[in-house]
């Protein structure tokens, strides 16, 4: 069978895109899909995401990750899947959708930048040297002296499957502060297992962090990651933060046909 797919990346955080309206895929397939994300003998990408419909949204979004296990929510992605229902002439520049954390709005403007909304966060854990939150991913976050020489996948894959995070394991951020609005991340993706250019859930997870733990108290606060540029914004009452809104790039790669 030919499948058509359509390849997007955010800030150098790339997935393979297939319109699933049809349902014609085969989503217990976790070899294929791995097949599919694999960068040697398959198309390559961080994950794969399906846009499928949804009666109540405007469509809903399935997202794997590249080990071809159907993971939590991407916010990278999610950016990604809008800029493609748009392709598809689905939406036009606002939208709502269904993911596996809930009920998603998005916007796009006219310069190609990608605003969605992310889960409310309630709840942060502060211990002595690390945060640990939930931003629909769960995100380890702490702050490392030397980020640029840092050894991401050997430091991140020890935290990662180490006792703190048991066998369901969780992101790892490492952080450094530029100024007082602007700070740099490298994450380890647990599912990619692996470092990735950037993280949208944990650019999330480290902006809210940094706030919580008094490094900035900025709402709009600005991210480097490996692969560009993110900027997250929110409102904060009575320690909680609402109206959470990841912004970036979301483009589009190229589209092709694979033999499965």
């Known amino acids: 069978?030919?499948?058509?797919?359509?390849?997007?990346?955010?800030?150098?955080?790339?997935?393979?895109?297939?319109?699933?309206?049809?349902?014609?895929?085969?989503?217990?397939?976790?070899q294929l899909i791995a097949h599919l994300c694999d960068r040697?003998?398959?198309?390559?990408?961080?994950?794969?995401?399906?846009?499928?419909?949804?009666?109540?949204?405007?469509?809903?979004?399935v997202y794997y990750n590249s080990d071809g296990n159907q993971s939590s929510m991407c916010g990278n992605g999610g950016r990604c899947l809008v800029?493609?229902?748009?392709?598809?002439?689905?939406?036009?520049n606002e939208?709502?959708?269904?993911?596996?954390?809930?009920?998603?709005?998005?916007?796009i403007a006219d310069d190609g930048l990608v605003s969605l909304q992310m889960i409310d966060v309630a709840e942060v854990k502060v211990s002595s040297d690390h945060v640990f939150l939930n931003t629909g991913s769960p995100h380890h976050v702490q702050l490392v002296d030397d980020l640029?020489?840092?050894?991401?996948?050997?430091?991140?894959?020890?935290?990662?499957?180490?006792?703190?995070?048991?066998?369901?394991?969780?992101?790892i951020n490492f952080v450094k502060q530029i100024d007082d609005t602007t700070f740099s991340l490298r994450t380890y993706e647990?599912?990619?297992e692996d470092e990735t250019l950037s993280c949208g859930t944990g650019a999330t997870a480290?902006?809210?962090?940094?706030?919580?733990?008094?490094?900035?108290?900025?709402?709009?606060?600005?991210?480097?990651?490996?692969?560009?540029?993110?900027?997250?914004f929110f409102e904060k009452k009575e320690g909680q933060f609402t109206h959470v809104f990841l912004k970036g790039p979301a483009e589009f790669v190229f589209k092709g046909t694979i033999e499965i």
């Not at 020890?158 to 992101?171: E, F, H, M, P, V």
């Open 148 to 171: 640029e020489n840092y050894n991401i996948k050997e430091n991140g894959a020890a935290i990662r499957y180490g006792d703190l995070y048991g066998k369901a394991g969780s992101n």
């Open 206 to 232: 480290v902006a809210i962090a940094m706030n919580v733990l008094g490094k900035t108290d900025a709402s709009s606060i600005d991210l480097n990651v490996e692969g560009g540029k993110l900027v997250v």
């Open 1 to 30: 069978m030919q499948l058509e797919f359509y390849k997007y990346q955010g800030t150098g955080n790339d997935f393979v895109m297939i319109d699933n309206r049809s349902e014609f895929f085969p989503k217990e397939n976790t």
């Open 40 to 61: 040697r003998f398959g198309i390559g990408g961080d994950g794969l995401i399906l846009l499928e419909n949804d009666s109540e949204t405007n469509f809903k979004m």
């Open 95 to 107: 939208t709502t959708f269904i993911a596996t954390d809930g009920l998603h709005h998005a916007t």
């Open 190 to 192: 647990r599912g990619v």
């Open 83 to 92: 800029a493609f229902a748009k392709k598809l002439n689905v939406i036009e």
